[in-house]
């Protein structure tokens, strides 16, 4: 493996190498609004600080979401958008379709006009992310499971007609969506065109999932990444004491290289489908200290940049 933080030069327009940014998410921020968050500013003058390009939108309202607004602040960091996340719960009925489309429609819009072209849309969990409490059964009957991939084609064929914006669908811990026979159904029930994966390396390890083996078995479904880590014997500990993932998500997802899986491999495999999807580092951490963040985000990068020479900032 080299060590470098820039590839070599790919035959056109292109560099070669997967797109490496960050997220929100890893400095702790998980509302648009919270007195605990770090500050939009601050978030984003650490993100230049640690040397990252590409950020994703985070809770929609935590960033300014005038596109003019966000660009300017972007433009005085050499940062740019790779995408935005939604919400979703098309298992429950034809009547979520209004609230998804109310968030997809803003959220794509400015992902648009910022130059961006992909959705992460999570599933509803089970459980509530707040109180632990369980909201419904933890796995879906078939009637469900169709509704599911009815009301995903649906917003991924939508998003793609009216924003040129592309759905990547988020398995999550805590969600009926988050094991490898989940993740295969899903596939099997939704159309290629409209839906994808935004690949979750520690989400799917949380229940186990080899993320090299999934992505070898459907490269074509693979549209984008977020880069985690988890503890395993802390995740053992977690499923064996049936803890909420909002109560463990802080310890759980570790930073790197502390944790599985190994990214280099899943760098390699993901590189030789496309050289250009992005790989979002997505370290889970509600409630840190607002210090944090900066020193786990630089080091996570370099130990991204070496691992494999197929990354590269912008």
């Known amino acids: 493996m080299t060590t470098t933080e820039h590839a070599p030069a790919a035959v056109g327009a292109h560099t070669e190498g997967l797109r490496i940014g960050t997220a929100p998410d890893s400095w702790g921020v998980w509302f648009p609004e919270h007195p605990r968050q770090t500050p939009w500013e601050r978030f984003l003058d650490e993100v230049a600080d640690a040397g990252y ?92 499971w169709d509704r599911l991939a009815v009301g995903h084609d649906r917003l991924g064929k939508a998003l793609l007609e009216e924003f040129g914006v592309h759905q990547q669908f988020h398995s999550h811990a805590d969600s009926h969506v988050g094991t490898r026979r989940e993740v295969q159904r899903i596939l099997e029930l939704t159309d290629p065109r409209y839906f994808n994966l935004c690949l979750d390396t520690g989400h799917y390890a949380y229940y186990g999932g080899d993320n090299v083996a999934l992505i070898e078995a459907h490269p074509d479904r693979i549209g984008y990444l977020h880069l985690k880590q988890v503890d395993q014997e802390l995740l053992f500990e977690a499923l064996k004491n049936d803890t909420p993932f909002a109560d463990c998500a802080a310890e759980v997802m570790v930073e790197p290289p502390s944790g599985v899986p190994d990214f280099a491999p899943i760098i390699d495999a993901v590189s030789k489908i496309d050289s250009d999807i992005f790989a979002i580092v997505e370290q889970d951490m509600p409630g840190c200290d607002v210090d944090a963040p900066l020193g786990i985000a630089t080091r996570t990068r370099k130990h991204i940049f070496s691992c494999h020479h197929m990354t590269r900032n912008g």
Not at 56 to 65: A, D, K, R
Not at 83 to 108: E, L, P
């Open 53 to 144: 390009t590409y950020i994703e939108l985070g809770p929609y309202g935590y960033l300014p979401t005038d596109p003019a607004q966000l660009s300017d602040e972007l433009a005085k960091r050499n940062l740019k958008l790779s995408g935005g996340t939604i919400f979703t719960g098309f298992h429950k009925g034809d009547d979520q379709w209004d609230r998804a489309w109310g968030q997809a429609s803003n959220i794509a819009k400015l992902v648009r006009d910022m130059g961006a072209e992909h959705i992460v849309v999570i599933p509803d969990l089970w459980r509530s992310d707040l109180t632990g409490e369980a909201l419904e059964p933890r796995t879906l009957e078939g009637e469900q």
